[in-house]
C-alpha cells in the first residue's frame, strides 16, 4: 500500500486550509472521494445521463446497465447471495427506518422487545423508539463495560423469548469499538429474533460478510467509503425482504396500477420507488472497485497501525481523555477524546486554525454522552489516506491548544 500514490488520488487533500496543509481527521463523519468516483459520476453526466429501466433507447440502456452493475458490485462486496437482496436507499438511515417501520410493524407488536445499546448512533436509536411507541413494546438497551465494549454474558441477559429485533451497531462511531456481531447475531436466532446491524462504520474499513455474520439486516452509507452522499443500501435475507411491505409508494416499484388497487415489482425494485439515485449508485460501484483494487484487509491493517499509533502519542498528551478501549486490537481507527478544561469545540477550532479538520459534538450519540459523563467530545477519525505523520500534527495541535487555554485562563 503506497500511501503517497493514494493520496495523489484524492485531490481535495492536495489543498491548504488557514495556510497549512490540509490534515482531514474527519473521515467517521464523511470519507473524502478519489478521482476514480468523481470522473464516475461526471462520466455518467457528461456522456449517458438517462432514467433507468423504462427506457429502450441507448442512454438509458447504459444507464441501466450502469445502475443494475452497481447493484452486482454491491453484492460482491458484501457476499449477499442474490442482487435480490441488494436495495438502494439514502443512507444507512433510510435503511434502518424502512426495517423499522416495513418490518418491524408487521412483525412487533405490545409486550414484545427490542434490543438496542446505549452506543447507538441516532438513525439506530429513534426508529426503534418510534417503533416502540407505535406498538407499545419495549425498548431495551445493552449495558456496556467499563472500556465501553459489549458483553456476551450481558447480550444474553437482555435478549429473551420476547425480542424480536436487535439492532446493534458493528463498529461504535464515539469508542471505535468493533462488536462481535456474528455471536450477537447466534444468540438473537436463538430466541427468534431479528439481528439488524448498523454496518456505516465498518463497511468502509472492515471485509463485510453477510453470510459470515448471518445478520437478518445491514444498512450502510456510501459516502463513508469513498462514494458520493445520497446513496446507501439495505441488505435483507431475500425471505424476509419478499415478505414486507414498501414504505414508498409511486413510480418504478409498481407491477399494475388500476384505478383502486395495485401491485408491486419484485425484489429488489419494489422498495425503490420513483427515479432512484443512478448517479449515487454509479459512483458507490466505482467506489467498491477503487476499495477492492487496495484490498479490505489491507486497509484495515493500514488504519489499525495508525489507530495504535495514535492511542500511543496521545496518551501521552497531559490531560488528555480518551475513550474506548485502550487495547488498539479492540478498536478500529479512531480516537475520540477531550482535553481538561477546554471545550471540544473549541478544541476543534484551534486545531482548524491549524488546517486540522477533526470532528466536535455528541456525535448523534446523545445516549453515550450521557454514560460518559460528558456533555461532547471531539473525534479524529482515520482512513486509507491518513499517515502517522498527520497525527504527530495533530498531537503538536493538542498541545499548542492546551498551552494555549492554559496562557488565556
Known amino acids: 500500500m503506497n500511501i503517497k500514490d493514494i493520496r495523489k488520488m484524492f485531490p481535495i487533500l492536495a489543498q491548504e486550509v ?45 444507464a441501466t446497465d450502469g445502475y443494475e452493475g452497481a447493484r452486482e458490485k454491491v453484492r460482491k462486496f458484501i457476499n449477499a447471495k442474490s442482487t435480490e437482496e441488494v436495495i438502494f436507499t439514502r443512507g444507512t438511515t433510510t435503511a434502518i427506518n424502512t426495517v423499522a417501520v416495513s418490518y418491524g410493524t408487521a412483525n412487533v407488536s405490545e409486550g414484545d422487545e427490542i434490543v438496542i445499546s446505549y452506543m447507538e448512533h441516532h438513525s439506530n436509536i429513534i426508529p426503534w423508539q418510534q417503533l416502540a411507541k ?58 427468534g429474533a431479528m439481528m439488524v446491524v448498523d454496518g456505516a462504520q465498518s463497511a468502509p474499513h472492515l471485509k463485510v460478510d453477510v453470510q459470515d455474520l448471518d445478520c ?11 462514494g458520493p452522499t445520497g446513496i446507501g443500501v439495505l441488505y435483507g435475507k431475500k425471505h424476509l425482504l419478499e415478505s414486507m411491505e414498501p414504505v414508498e409508494f409511486g413510480g418504478e416499484m409498481i407491477d399494475f396500477v388500476d384505478l383502486y388497487e395495485s401491485t408491486w ?56 481523555t480518551i475513550y474506548g478501549p485502550k487495547d488498539p486490537a479492540k478498536r478500529a481507527g479512531l480516537v475520540t477524546f477531550n482535553l481538561d478544561d477546554v471545550h471540544p469545540h473549541d478544541v476543534a ?5 491549524e488546517g486540522i479538520a477533526v470532528r466536535a459534538g455528541h ?32 498531537v503538536e495541535g493538542l498541545v499548542k491548544t492546551k498551552e494555549y487555554f492554559s496562557d488565556v485562563f
Open 18 to 62: 488557514n495556510e497549512s496543509p490540509l490534515v482531514y481527521l474527519d473521515s467517521a463523519a464523511t470519507s473524502q472521494k478519489p478521482i476514480q468516483v468523481i470522473e464516475a459520476v461526471n462520466n455518467y453526466y457528461k456522456t449517458y445521463n438517462s432514467n433507468v429501466h423504462r427506457g429502450v433507447h441507448t442512454l438509458g440502456t447504459k
Open 216 to 226: 437478518d439486516f445491514l444498512a450502510f452509507s456510501g459516502h463513508k467509503m469513498c
Open 363 to 394: 456525535h448523534c450519540a446523545q445516549p453515550l454522552m450521557k454514560w460518559l459523563n460528558v456533555s461532547a467530545t471531539a473525534r479524529a477519525s482515520f482512513y486509507l489516506y491518513n499517515t502517522e505523520d498527520e497525527i504527530d500534527k495533530l
Open 134 to 191: 407505535k406498538t407499545g413494546a419495549t425498548l431495551k438497551y445493552v449495558p456496556l463495560q467499563e472500556d465501553g465494549t459489549i458483553s456476551l454474558d450481558d447480550v444474553k441477559k437482555v435478549v429473551t423469548h420476547h425480542t424480536k429485533i436487535v439492532s446493534i451497531m458493528h463498529v461504535s462511531n464515539v469508542l471505535g469499538v468493533v462488536n462481535p456481531i456474528k455471536e450477537i447475531a447466534k444468540i438473537a436466532h436463538a430466541h
Open 349 to 353: 477550532t484551534v486545531l482548524d486554525a
Open 265 to 320: 415489482k419484485e425484489l429488489p425494485w419494489k422498495f425503490e420507488g420513483g427515479t432512484p439515485i443512478i448517479a449515487g449508485a454509479i459512483g458507490l460501484g466505482a467506489a467498491i472497485d477503487f476499495l477492492e483494487d487496495i484490498g479490505l484487509d489491507t486497509i484495515a491493517e493500514h488504519e489499525h497501525k495508525l489507530s495504535a499509533y495514535a492511542l500511543e502519542k496521545m496518551s501521552a498528551v497531559e490531560g488528555l
